[in-house]
Each structure stands twice: as C-alpha cells, then as structure tokens.
C-alpha cells in the first residue's frame, strides 16, 4: 500500500480552504466538505461506541460500517465516484430486520441512555442524522449517489434499533418518555 500522509501539516489550509482527491480546492465551510465533516463525525461517534464491550455480531457490523462510512467519504471527496450500492443498503435492512425481530413493539417514545453502550448508539444515531441533512443540502447543489442517501437513511434507523437492544443488555430497559414528567 502506498503511503497516504508523509507529513501531517501542509499549510495548504491556512487560507481557509481544503482539497479533494482530485485536487480541486474548497472553502472549509463548502457544503460539500461540510458533508464530509459530518461522516467523519459519525465514523468517530461510531468508534466511540465499538470502545465499549459489544456482543460480537453487533462490534462486527459496526466495524464493518465504518468501512462503508469511508467508503462514502471517498464518494464525496471524489465527486462523480459512486462506492456505496443498494446492495448495502440492503445488508442494512436485514441486519435492522433481525435485531428488530426480538424488540417488544414501540409505545412511548424512547429516551437517549439506557446504559453507556445505548446512549452511545443514541449519539451515534443523532450524529448520522446530522450528516444525513448535509447529505441532503449537498444534494441540492450538486449530484450525489442516490444509494448513498437511502444507505446514511437506514443506517440512522438500524442504530436506533441497536440502541434498544443495547439498553436490553445484562436485563437492562429503555427509558421511555413520560409526557409531562
């Protein structure tokens, strides 16, 4: 593999701007790196939650989104270059599909927390939807891989449902909310 970063700092972005693979320079705060923040922030958010003990099939998917999550930030960082696919989005709904299986159907609205793996899922989750609606905003300036809309979409859905498995963990319970309380 050949090396990536040879140096850390460039300098390139003192002038406020940044670049892509191809070499096309942004302002930092162009909607499109904007987007790419809001990925990166996700994956860490993610890390943070893989950092606590998870049974092994949930640890195994997560690492394996965050792959997927790199993939995506290529997408934006190559604009035209479509890595994420249907296909995936659909390994995502089976995924949801099984864990949600064994989960008592939804009453009450569900409270972030639980226990720390839960509330980190939680944070996971509402970081995805932030990248999402930079996803969205970017979509309305410039073309952007429809599969990977329908894939940080789903991706938010199954990380609510692994909240509330995780919450379930050692006989543990959601917090649900209680109107007026």
């Not at 406020?16 to 790419?36: C, Y």
């Not at 905003?137 to 809309?149: G, I, K, M, T, Y």
């Amino acid at each position: 593999m050949a090396k990536r970063l040879t140096r850390i700092y460039t300098r390139t972005g003192d002038d406020g701007s940044t670049g892509l693979a191809g070499g096309r320079r942004l302002p930092k705060d162009h909607v499109r790196i904007e987007t790419i923040g809001a990925v990166d922030e996700l994956n860490s958010t993610i890390g943070l939650l893989c950092a606590q003990p998870l049974d092994g099939h949930i640890d195994e998917l997560l690492k394996h989104i965050q792959h997927r999550l790199f993939d995506l930030g290529g997408e934006l960082a190559m604009p035209g270059e479509e890595l994420i696919t249907e296909a995936q989005t659909t390994a995502l709904e089976q995924a949801l599909d099984g864990f949600n299986a064994d989960l008592p159907a939804l009453e009450e609205f569900v409270l972030p927390g639980g226990n720390e793996a839960a509330a980190r899922c939680h944070l996971a989750r509402t970081s995805c939807r932030r990248a999402e609606r930079a996803l969205l905003r970017l979509s309305r300036e410039e073309p952007v891989n429809s599969a990977s809309s329908k894939y940080i979409n789903r991706l938010s859905d199954l990380l609510f449902v692994l909240a509330r498995v995780l919450a379930r963990k050692d006989g543990g319970a959601e917090i649900t909310w209680q109107k007026g309380v």
